[in-house]
């Protein structure tokens, strides 16, 4: 079964204190990973495609790596309005369509 | 361009009430979506349309059906609302052969 598995749940961090969150996932044959960030009350906000192990993308204070088996993505002095939900998806081993397979996010809160 | 918009923002229903969730988008995407998401089981996929005329079921189709009534609008109706449909509603999209989806704001339901 497809599984895509985020830690930790909750993550909370100072103001430029750095750290990372992770993803892990068990699909054959990856065709991407995806990384969204949440705001309550929100829809989930696209942030980056990482296709290929090795990969690395860089927005603002973000940047997600890839692996064959896991994803991280890493905070770098981070501010409060990095204060979020961070979602992570794949698509599904049974191709055929788009749909994706998400995991349960983990909630960032950073403290000024 | 608003991208994905939903419609409403908020409900409440009695039990076994009935009511449609509207999704619309304007970016020209082929495929579409409905999610439900709840505290600590994410973002579950519910149905979805590959195309204009063409829906599949999801991870947790029971108790709902979807319309896709044109390219631009994908509506999600409950028959006989029960208190486990309680949840927050996403409506996303995606082109056609991308997994990048982009999301709608969200309906917020409570079924008592």
């Known amino acids: 079964e497809d599984q895509v598995t985020q830690s930790p749940e909750a993550l909370r961090l100072q103001e430029g204190e750095s750290s990372s969150l992770n993803c892990s996932y068990t699909?054959?044959?990856?065709?991407?990973l995806f990384w969204y960030r949440q705001d309550p009350g929100k829809g989930p906000e696209f942030l980056f495609t990482?296709?290929?192990a090795g990969e690395e993308k860089e927005k603002e204070r973000l940047k997600a790596t890839l692996t064959k088996k896991e994803s991280f993505l890493h905070i770098t002095a981070p501010k409060p309005e990095d204060s979020a939900t961070y979602l992570c998806?794949?698509?599904?081993?049974?191709?055929?369509?788009?749909?994706?397979?998400f995991g349960k996010g983990t909630k960032l809160t950073v403290n000024p | 361009n608003a991208g994905v918009t939903q419609t409403p923002k908020f409900q409440v229903l009695k039990t076994g009430q009935s009511m449609t969730l509207q999704c619309a988008q304007d970016?020209?995407?082929?495929?579409m979506y409905w999610y439900r998401q709840d505290p600590g089981m994410g973002l579950r996929l519910i149905y979805y349309?590959?195309?204009?005329?063409?829906?599949d079921k999801g991870e947790v189709p029971n108790g709902y059906n979807v319309s896709r009534l044109n390219k631009r609008e994908f509506s999600l109706r409950l028959e006989s609302a029960a208190p486990s449909q309680t949840s927050v509603y996403f409506c996303?999209?995606?082109?056609?052969?991308?997994?990048?989806?982009?999301f709608g704001p969200g309906t917020r339901l409570t079924v008592t």
């Open positions: 990482l296709y290929s």
């Open positions: 998806a794949v698509p599904p081993t049974q191709g055929g369509s788009e749909k994706l397979v």
């Open positions: 996303a999209s995606s082109e056609f052969l991308t997994y990048e989806q982009y």
């Open positions: 699909v054959s044959g990856l065709r991407g």
């Open positions: 349309s590959a195309s204009e005329g063409t829906t």
């Open positions: 970016m020209n995407h082929n495929s």
